[in-house]
């Protein structure tokens, strides 16, 4: 299996630290408003690298933080005349409730920054001891011209640096390198704070996720994930901070998720085109955001447009169906046992497993993986219209369900109808079938179309009537 490591700038064979376990640390949001559709980006890929490893056999320890102290949550509870703490726990709440919906298995850890105080502060002295930081008036910097191998991730000087990501590089005279940034910064009034050494005060970002990756994952790690806008600074100084505090390599591999765009911009608040999971849920139900998601290789960018979230529905419905047929062909079916002839076919359902890993196996590669499935769906329609044999359809359904489930898509849900329901559709699906054998046809079409006012969908089949919601 290759991955593509940001830090070498090529795909190496992924080989961890520890055989059959893997030690993966993804950054996760700042929790002061509902997630947006860039967020949910590395939330579905970094579920899904792990899903896959996981199905290779790997005992994955999965960490995702979330980020409970930032001026944006002090700014949304000042506004909102509540406290930071009570914005993080309902934010938090709302990630999950969008992350389930989203089908993103729960991390290991979910570690907060506020539960990590004694280890950040701990970090910081180290660091001081070590010479790679200083303080001036309660605040502590990183002094980068210490760690040699500074830029060694974005590939670029500390000139460029400073020259490429200004915005995000403060200007402080306290500063002894423009480069510098804050590991501890002092208390302003009414923010939270937290006693340490250099006074009142709560950590600078970086920090934190570097305190939180050695509590829960030790030293070195052999994933560190996220977005590509995560490369410089965060990535960079968490790097720098960690492999000066702990003396050893901070993470072997290093992914990065593209960007994902609105009709072919850049999303932001002021052009109108900024999108929570929440708003495009209300449109799209969330399993069609993941096949959405998964849809593009995760390194590449993304557009989302309303046409191309129709596109996956349809895709995505076309899967679910063909899993639908199957399910129903196999329990209208006489139990008969494969052919000779099918016997000898069931090889090529392999072919499409070893199909599937290989896409995979490439980086991760879940645009090719579908049409993987796409390919399996098709055999798996014809071979229902064949009637092949119940335990042949068997193994197909096997394949399938197999398949989708290392991505987490096409999941089949039991419809919600409630046996008073169900007796009714039954009872107007009987009534049909008397009409149509008395050849009344205006009946039985009449019935049909009643049945879809209600929502049901019928379709006629050697096996009987099948019925589902939708």
């Given amino acids: 299996m290759k991955v593509y490591n940001t830090l070498t700038r090529q795909k ?17 949001p700042t929790v002061y408003d509902y997630i947006h559709i860039g967020n949910a980006r590395p939330y579905v890929v970094f579920d899904t690298v792990r899903r896959y490893l996981e199905y ?3 005992d994955v320890t999965y960490v995702q933080n979330f980020t409970d102290v930032d001026d944006k949550i002090i700014n949304r509870a000042n506004k909102e005349g509540s406290t930071m703490e009570a914005i993080s ?19 290991t850890v979910h570690p907060r920054v506020t539960q990590e105080m004694d280890g950040i502060i701990a970090m910081v002295q180290t660091l001081i001891d070590k010479g790679y930081a200083y303080e001036d008036n309660g605040t502590v910097y990183y002094d980068t011209k210490k760690f040699p191998e500074y830029g060694k991730l974005s590939k670029k000087n500390l000139d460029e640096l400073i020259a490429g990501a200004s915005e995000r590089v403060a200007i402080d005279d306290a500063k002894k390198n423009p480069t510098d940034f804050v590991l501890w910064k002092p208390k302003k009034e009414g923010e939270p704070s937290w006693t340490s050494p250099w006074g009142e005060g709560r950590p600078g970002w970086h920090i934190e996720c570097s305190v939180m990756a050695k509590h829960h994952l030790g030293d070195t790690i052999d994933i560190h994930a996220g977005g590509e806008d995560l490369i410089f600074p965060h990535h960079e100084n968490e790097i720098a901070q960690s492999e000066a505090a702990n003396g050893c390599q901070f993470a072997k591999y290093w992914l990065h998720n593209g960007f994902i765009t609105v009709d072919n911009e850049k999303m932001s608040k002021s052009l109108g085109n900024f999108f929570t999971v929440r708003d495009i849920a209300a449109q799209f139900p969330y399993e069609v955001i993941r096949f959405f998601i998964l849809n593009g290789h995760y390194r590449s960018p993304i557009n989302f447009s309303r046409d191309l979230m129709q596109a996956c529905q349809n895709g995505l419905e076309r899967i679910k169906n063909a899993r639908k047929e199957l399910d129903f062909y196999i329990k209208n079916s006489a139990d008969t046992k494969m052919t ?21 196996d490439d980086d991760f590669n879940t645009a090719d993986a579908i ?36 991505l987490g898509v096409a999941e089949l849900k039991e419809d919600a109808v409630s046996d008073e329901e169900t007796a009714k559709i039954e009872e107007l699906i009987a009534k049909r079938a008397e009409a149509k054998k008395a050849k009344d046809f205006a009946t039985a079409d009449a019935i049909r179309d009643e049945l879809a006012a209600m929502g049901i969908t019928i379709k006629d089949t050697r096996q009987g009537v099948q019925w589902f919601r939708g």
């Fill in 371 to 406: 049409s993987v499935i796409y390919e399996l769906v098709r055999f798996s329609n014809i071979a229902v219209k064949a009637g092949v044999s119940k335990e042949y359809a068997e193994k197909i359904q096997d394949m399938l369900d197999h398949l989708c489930g290392v």
């Fill in 56 to 58: 290779k056999g790997y």
């Fill in 12 to 28: 190496e064979e992924f080989i961890p630290r520890e055989e059959g376990k893997v030690k993966m640390y993804v950054c996760g």
């Fill in 340 to 360: 000779a002839e099918e016997t000898a076919q069931a090889a090529e359902l392999e072919k499409y497993k070893e199909q599937f890993e290989a896409a995979m």
């Fill in 89 to 107: 726990n309902r934010y938090i709440e709302e990630a999950f409730h969008d992350a389930d919906g989203l089908n993103v298995k729960r991390a």
